[in-house]
């Protein structure tokens, strides 16, 4: 396919911009369907005028239909986006870009997704409808999935489906609660991936951040010890990366503890730790759940996140733990390479 491509590049010099133009309207539909005109005009920054004309193609060519609701792809619509994945991903040069991070990051493996999810939003639904289909590739019947709360998982909870392969998992929080949106939480990100996929959850029902005394006595509590040792032994752990700063201040930091980060230099956070640049943890807080520590070869660690501005971070935290998987767009992932680049 690639060839032929080339071939016709030759004869029609705009083919590739037609190509990915149409690519990203139909990847747009099938992750916001039913949408309007108007949203994915907006969405993609395209004139109504051609997107009208790119419509009418694709109801010709039996890709979408259009109802009073919206537009959705079509089985037809779907089976070509997922028969073009792979090219696409070439022609982008997102292929190479997954290959370079593999070997900068040493992770096993790399998804790069089009987009900055920074800049455009739904960018965040891809990368979520890429780890779906990890999770239904991957999981088997009694797995356990650990979740870590967050925007971006909030958005994976939002993009799971019913599937055969994911009925009989079972979601549970990684931490307990947290000083923040309850939207964003563990528990409530793990119940409505667990709806979504008519799978089974299990909850966390203590604050993330305890005293010592506190925690001393929590923990051993026999409902929470149970439930604890199920959450220390997922076969699958989804998680995010945060930026240090803005991750304590969501967390309700005080003043004195936002200080120390700045001075030591934090720049990324997950389960509770804080990385500077070189991956060393500056601080680490006593949480209720899974520890970065606990994870061994059993549990197959996906990371989730994108962004040019958390490029940064997910550097520092794979520099630490490179995980089995990351999952990013094509923002944080040029920008992890171009700052790679300037320190040789």
Known sequence: MLDVLEWQKKLQPDIL????????????????????????????????RVLRSEVDLFKEQNLLSVESGGMELTDEGLALLEQLRPAMQ??????????????TLGISRVIVTSGDSDVRSWVKKEMSQACVSEMIDTLEPNDV??????????????????????????FVPARGGLGEDVDLQSNTICAELARGAHAQYRLLHVPDQLSDHAYDSVIQEPGIRELLALIRSPRMVIHSVGEAQ?????????ESKLRRL????????????YFDSEGKVVQKEKTIGLQLDELGRDQMVVTLAGGMSKAEAIVAY???RPSDLLITDEGAATAIMGTQSNEF
């Open 17 to 48: 911009k037609n190509l990915h133009r149409r690519y990203d309207i139909l990847q747009f539909i099938r992750l916001s369907a039913p949408v309007g005109r108007r949203t994915i005009a907006s969405a993609l920054q395209i004139s109504e």
């Open 90 to 103: 070439n022609i982008s040069g997102r292929s190479q870009l997954e290959k370079d991070l593999q070997a």
């Open 145 to 170: 999935v650990a979740v870590a709360g967050g925007t971006t998982l909030a958005t994976l909870a939002t993009s799971v489906y019913p599937h055969p392969n994911l009925q009989n998992v079972t």
């Open 246 to 254: 803005t991750m304590a201040t969501r967390r309700s930091a005080d």
């Open 262 to 273: 700045k001075e030591q230099e934090a720049i990324a956070e997950a389960f509770g730790y």
């Open 318 to 320: 794979m520099t630490y």
